[in-house]
């Protein structure tokens, strides 16, 4: 795995991040005019294509960032623009994450962008990841994983960011939050959307021994939720998505809500109190 | 399931809750001589129907309120005043609830009752059912649900409310919390309650898509602890409740005290403070 | 059970805790030379026995007080000091306990400590309980549990603060926070360690009723992670050892730190401070 990751995408830093305005989770309904436009486009990108089917309001975002969709700022970046993107689009209510790439989903975060770099670009890189994880973890839309290859580390941290995860039947793909083994420390949140999804036993043998799970074992943890043939991986995950809209929009957004807010105890602050805001709305009938 | 609740009980508001004092959770020392009388002629209602062993000392409540159980405000509050009174009986150290109906346990909220309603009148509804949850939930009796047909919505929250469950081997019958399918957001209370019984992921999916689980089905994720057949589902939960009897009830409900104030965040005010001091006399040699 | 922890160990109280400066968890650095020197020796005692193998780091602590390793003051002294020693001691990576006695691992907290005691004598037991429960959960080292005959109450608190647990496969031999049976109440930092182990279901079951496993059913609820025969116990905790100590230490000892500061709500605070440094120090990038 250390192998994969040194050998992973070295792109440097492309100064997109700025156009990313952090705390900007504005309501879906103030929709700029541009993002719109490019979104009706079906923007394309050399890391990142996105489809959006307007029939049926599901987006298919495809990594394409050969050899190994690397984490890097790059491809966090775009990443990034994309789910704000859809995030905004009206039309948009649920998003299948997956990748083009032969045998992997995504090898994770690039190490080159922690390896010999400054403090103030290391705090940029972390930013971006988390970003990363608080669009996904933090999402209107119900998000699907179709996880068709191996998916270690950050990889695995995208897939758990998700509502569901579905992963290719072989036992040769693995998934895991293996940071452990190269000597870098899981970060909290990491930790907590890994206990949300499997529980603190198998999370903690899972983080203090860097674990990597072949598709079978995931399974068995839970850390996938079901497990199809390779060529079915995107329809099941399709099939699955109607499922998930014919709940109304507005009770299973909250319903979220409750959970990031009171399952993970370091959120960033400005992000909290605005879930916040949506869950008192709700309560204040219950209190 | 929504048919189900749309045809269920439609009562009128009887005020019978203003006999209620809400945050009277005396404890069972001081018993008004006037409820123990009460309880000693097993007072039956046309709700409900109590009857208390005095020789075993378990009561025996039975929900009788045709066709489906419905938890209208009405029901709520007689089932409050009899949970009252068999809590300060001190002669009673153990519950089973349980329904005379065919083929329903509870079929939950009274839907009717959160319709066209004014907020004052809403509030009072959630009032009742939220002080139903802390009166089961924070019980210092033995309770045993004996769920003897389906129970979906705030009929599993009366179950997962009380210590064990033992429910029908009927694959027809369900039970869950289904409230999303119905766009309505379950509160955190009624997450809390079952993130404690199935843990969180089980409960995330089960709360984000309003699923209903068939009886086996529910006893695999731990939704309820034991399957009987139909006609052993009251000898069984009365064999299981010895076995709780056997347990000194000081330490057992002093156990259950620790649990409710760490695992359920966002309990009133009054009801954590009452709840801290039975702790804090017992850690004060642990801290 | 209670038969057993009747006719356990009444040792008197020794003095040796003045010793030990309860709060004095330094850094692995500041070594005292007379620790190191006892270290060195391989010290051995009347209750306790550590050999501790230079070449591998790996020290095996070996329980031996006839009848039933009862945990009296004097012997959670003599354990604490021991536990001490080795944190202190660089050479020392990874901590295997285990009994010298047949069929029983550790019989829990001796009971004659707790009746007819003085307030004062009661508290200085139950200090000295915690301060065992903090320096096995808070350790350094990677520790395994080698659980070669039965482990009740304060036994079975003593394996599940250990990072593994191995146990012999007998059903003859049990493990479980049965202390309720006895009409004791577990403090919430017994229930907090066993729900992070097996979850809050099995957890709250096991404690209101005070539950005792046989080895197979508390395999299944994760209660102990392994079952080995008898002859196989301490070698396969050796190869396992091997397998922690493959991961980085700081890695793994920052994710334990994470852990337990997020999981545990009533540490002491001096204990929490001191590891929310340790992990403020990694969490510098994100938030």
Known sequence: MANVLRNS?????????????????????????????????????PKIKVDLDSSTGVAVLRMQSPPVNSLSL??????????????????CR?????????KVFSAGLDIMEMYGKSPERCGEFWKAVQEMWLKLYGSNMATIAAINGSSPAGGCLMSIGCDYRIMV????????LNETQLGIVAPF????????????????????LGLLYSAPDALKIGLVDQLVPEDQVLSTAQDTMSKWLAIPDHARQIDQCVYIIYNTSPLPLDHARQMDQCVISVCIYYI
């Open 9 to 45: 995408a070295k792109f440097g830093f492309s100064g997109v991040l700025s156009q990313l305005s952090i705390h900007s989770r504005h309501g879906r309904e103030c929709v700029s005019p541009c993002f719109s436009l490019q979104q009706r486009n079906n923007s394309t990108s």
């Open 74 to 91: 790059d491809f966090l970046t775009e990443f990034c623009i994309n789910l704000e993107k859809l995030e905004m689009d009206r039309s």
């Open 94 to 102: 649920g998003l299948i994450i997956t990748s083009t790439l032969s």
């Open 169 to 176: 039947d072989n036992p040769r793909y693995s998934i895991g």
């Open 189 to 208: 949140w990491f930790k907590d959307t890994l206990v949300n999804t499997v529980g603190n036993r198998a999370a903690e043998l899972s983080l203090e």
